[in-house]
């Protein structure tokens, strides 16, 4: 009787393990784990930088304009020497369709208030990654005013001089709102800051639109 070897499996490609002082080869799997793991741990360290530094330029200009620190405003005409934070700005609009209310809000003290403490609750919220979303609605909110009142899409501003506009539409109160929401939609603030702590908080467990 004839005997009959027993068909040969194949074992399939494999990648050559490399053993060092006895330890298990590491496999593919593990490897495309750890790679997944390396990305998403520099793509949240991304966005906190990017979050760190968007908030201290809101920060540094609440600090400016209170203080005076002679950069954007001048030594001794901060808001607490009695200077208004938004009359140089909003006077000067000169296009746009908003330009008369602009003018007419302008100094006023509502305006001024509102304005500072939208400068500084952004800021806090995004160095220290609480309240994101709340930040964004807010941030996006004052860039809009802002983006309206510098007017991009004009070509010449109300007396007719050339408006020196370098872009019809995209400006960097855009970019920051984008920035913004961005940052609120990616959950930035769990890395480098507090959002994990903040998150786990009674009444933003209850109310999901503080996160």
């Keep these: 009787m004839a005997v009959h070897e027993p068909p040969h499996r194949s074992e399939g490609f494999r990648l050559p393990s490399f053993r060092s002082n006895g330890s298990a080869p590491v496999s593919v799997s593990d490897s495309t784990v750890s790679a997944r793991r390396d990305t998403h741990a520099a793509r949240a360290y991304a966005f906190a930088s990017l979050r760190l530094l968007t908030g201290f330029v809101f920060l540094w200009a609440f600090l400016d304009k ?24 909003l006077s000067s609009v000169a296009a746009g369709p908003m330009e008369s209310t602009f003018h007419s809000w302008a100094g006023d003290t509502s305006v001024d208030w509102l ?79 507090l959002g994990r702590l903040w998150a786990k908080l009674p009444l933003v467990r209850r109310s999901h639109w503080l996160r």
Excluded: C, Q
């Design 115 to 193: 304005f500072m403490l939208g400068l500084l609750g952004v800021g806090v919220a995004l160095v220290a990654g609480v309240a994101l979303r709340f930040a964004a609605v807010a941030g996006t909110l004052m860039m809009a005013f802002m983006w309206l009142a510098e007017w991009p899409p004009a070509r010449h501003l109300s007396d007719g001089s050339p408006s020196m506009s370098p872009n019809p539409f995209v400006d960097y109160h855009l970019i920051y709102a984008v920035v913004l929401i961005a940052l609120a939609a990616v959950s930035a603030g769990d890395t480098l800051g």
């Design 66 to 89: 209170t203080f005076g620190l002679g950069y954007a405003t001048p030594s001794g005409k901060g808001w607490i020497d009695g200077g208004s934070p938004t009359k140089g700005f």
